[in-house]
């Protein structure tokens, strides 16, 4: 079903082919949308590289046998809004020294000059550099770094690409239920993120809603074992507990969400604004854990 044909779809985020923004580009492109790509500035080159050889041919591969292509890849760090933003240190650090046009304002400017008006935009960011610390041991700055880049950048994705959207385009990011439960060992002021973001989500619908006309929606997803969540140094303990658990046995696919978010991108959701949707084999639901020694 081509039901997404002439649409431009701008994911944000990402830097491999294993986690959800890939799996949401590759969605997108079944239904038939244009694919731009925005990667971590300092990984771009790895990335592009790795395209070009061939690297993610079997990933991208679509139901008619054909390969996902993608019109451009954009370097972005969604930390720095204007150039003026970027301290002394990044610009003359190796991995950004040889980039430009990386902060949001310039990569919106950039992509309005390559393609005109957008209709579909996907936030897939998250880090924290302390992730791995329990929250009373986390520093205010690694607070501050896990807000800015995973829930921040995606006000500041709709206050600079929000002016290039079609009027009735539609956005989606992606939070964890570490924003309403406590999930042990998820630190480094991520959980407060996510729950900002969800946050973000509800008052965002209503201002870019009426100022742009375009829809704002979250999915909240379950554990997968991408290289990113492979870094907090848990999630096969996660995936562990959401078997256990979850009223659904089994394991979460990335295309499980990537069908969500295409959905809620499409015109079939035109009435759907300012939701957060679990796309977690219904373990949000939950409220004791079955493996729990107490119901033994």
């Given at each position: 079903?081509?039901?997404?044909?002439?649409?431009?779809?701008?994911?944000?985020?990402?830097?491999?082919?294993?986690?959800?923004?890939?799996?949401?580009?590759?969605?997108?492109?079944?239904?038939?949308?244009?694919?731009?790509?925005?990667?971590?500035?300092?990984?771009?080159?790895?990335?592009?590289?790795?395209?070009?050889?061939?690297?993610?041919?079997?990933?991208?591969?679509?139901?008619?046998?054909?390969?996902?292509?993608?019109?451009?890849?954009?370097?972005?760090?969604?930390?720095?809004?204007?150039?003026?933003?970027?301290?002394?240190?990044?610009?003359?650090?190796?991995?950004?020294?040889?980039?430009?046009?990386?902060?949001?304002?310039?990569?919106?400017?950039?992509?309005?000059?390559?393609?005109?008006?957008?209709?579909?935009?996907?936030?897939?960011?998250?880090?924290?550099?302390?992730?791995?610390?329990?929250?009373?041991?986390?520093?205010?700055?690694?607070?501050?770094?896990?807000?800015?880049?995973?829930?921040?950048?995606?006000?500041?994705?709709?206050q600079h690409f929000g002016p290039i959207m079609n009027k009735g385009g539609s956005v989606v990011c992606l939070s964890y239920i570490a924003s309403e439960r406590a999930?042990?060992?998820?630190?480094?002021?991520?959980?407060?993120?996510?729950?900002?973001?969800?946050?973000?989500?509800?008052?965002?619908?209503?201002?870019?809603?009426?100022?742009?006309?375009?829809?704002?929606?979250?999915?909240?997803?379950?554990?997968?074992?991408?290289?990113?969540?492979?870094?907090?140094?848990?999630?096969?303990?996660?995936?562990?507990?959401?078997?256990?658990?979850?009223?659904?046995?089994?394991?979460?696919?990335?295309?499980?969400?990537?069908?969500?978010?295409?959905?809620?991108?499409?015109?079939?959701?035109?009435?759907?604004?300012?939701?957060?949707?679990?796309?977690?084999?219904?373990?949000?639901?939950?409220?004791?854990?079955?493996?729990?020694?107490?119901?033994?």
């Amino acid at each position: 079903m081509k039901d997404l044909l002439g649409k431009k779809a701008l994911v944000v985020g990402i830097g491999d082919d294993q986690g959800f923004g890939f799996a949401i580009a590759k969605g997108l492109a079944e239904r038939g949308a244009t694919i731009l790509i925005g990667t971590w500035a300092p990984i771009v080159s790895i990335f592009t590289k790795s395209w070009k050889m061939g690297k993610f041919d079997e990933s991208r591969k679509l139901s008619d046998g054909s390969l996902m292509e993608c019109e451009t890849v954009y370097p972005i760090d969604a930390v720095f809004d204007h150039v003026e933003d970027i301290p002394e240190d990044i610009l003359e650090h190796k991995r950004y020294k040889d980039l430009s046009g990386y902060t949001v304002s310039e990569v919106a400017k950039k992509v309005q000059e390559d393609h005109g008006k957008i209709d579909i935009l996907v936030h897939s960011l998250a880090n924290g550099s302390e992730v791995t610390k329990p929250l009373l041991e986390t520093s205010r700055k690694g607070y501050m770094q896990a807000v800015s880049a995973s829930s921040y950048s995606f006000v500041s994705l709709i206050q600079h690409f929000g002016p290039i959207m079609n009027k009735g385009g539609s956005v989606v990011c992606l939070s964890y239920i570490a924003s309403e439960r406590a999930i042990p060992k998820y630190g480094g002021g991520m959980s407060s993120a996510k729950a900002a973001l969800e946050s973000d989500t509800r008052t965002l619908s209503y201002e870019a809603g009426r100022k742009y006309g375009i829809r704002i929606n979250c999915i909240s997803a379950g554990p997968l074992r991408s290289r990113a969540a492979k870094a907090i140094g848990m999630i096969d303990n996660m995936i562990e507990y959401s078997l256990k658990n979850a009223p659904i046995q089994e394991e979460l696919k990335a295309e499980e969400v990537a069908n969500a978010a295409c959905f809620l991108l499409s015109d079939f959701a035109s009435g759907v604004t300012g939701v957060t949707l679990y796309v977690d084999k219904g373990l949000h639901a939950m409220g004791v854990g079955l493996d729990s020694p107490c119901l033994s």
